[in-house]
């Protein structure tokens, strides 16, 4: 009897350990759920911001174009994200912005004109065109 009292014991105590770590984890992936909700709904308020802007004209200078390649699970999974940093001409502030890869390809350092954003969105770059001279 007294061995049969002691098995009951030990179950009861592994399945308290259990239960203890069972709500642990289901803690957890309610924790994990609601950073992922509040970062999903974050995202959406950011972009309906943004995307209600009215478009910014800005004179600026293209400082430097980056780009970096974010690693996929395989080899097609790769993608790669496009950077333009431009520098204000009015107030010399350094402004980095996502570009797509047809905007990159256009782009070269250097280069002067006006700055089209709509919020925190690159929308656009408009060179100065600088006039040939003529040949003496």
């Avoid at 943004?50 to 790769?78: C, F, Q, W, Y």
């Avoid at 070269?108 to 770059?125: C, N, P, Q, V, W």
């Amino acid at each position: 009897m007294n061995g049969n009292t002691e098995v009951v014991q030990k179950q009861v105590c592994y399945f308290g350990k259990a239960l203890a770590m069972d709500k642990f984890v289901l803690l957890a992936m309610i924790a994990l759920g609601l950073y992922l909700l509040g970062d999903f709904l974050l995202s959406v308020i950011r972009v309906a911001l943004n995307t209600t802007r009215p478009m910014m004209s800005r004179d600026a200078s293209l400082v430097k174009k980056t780009h970096e390649i974010i690693p996929g699970s395989g080899r097609k999974d790769a993608c790669s994200a496009y950077y333009a940093t431009f520098q204000l001409l009015d107030t010399h502030e350094l402004v980095t912005l996502v570009v797509r890869d047809m905007w990159f390809a256009r782009l070269d350092e250097g280069m002067e004109g006006k700055l089209l954003t709509r919020g925190e969105y690159f929308a656009g770059f408009e060179p100065e065109v600088v006039p040939v001279q003529e040949l003496a």
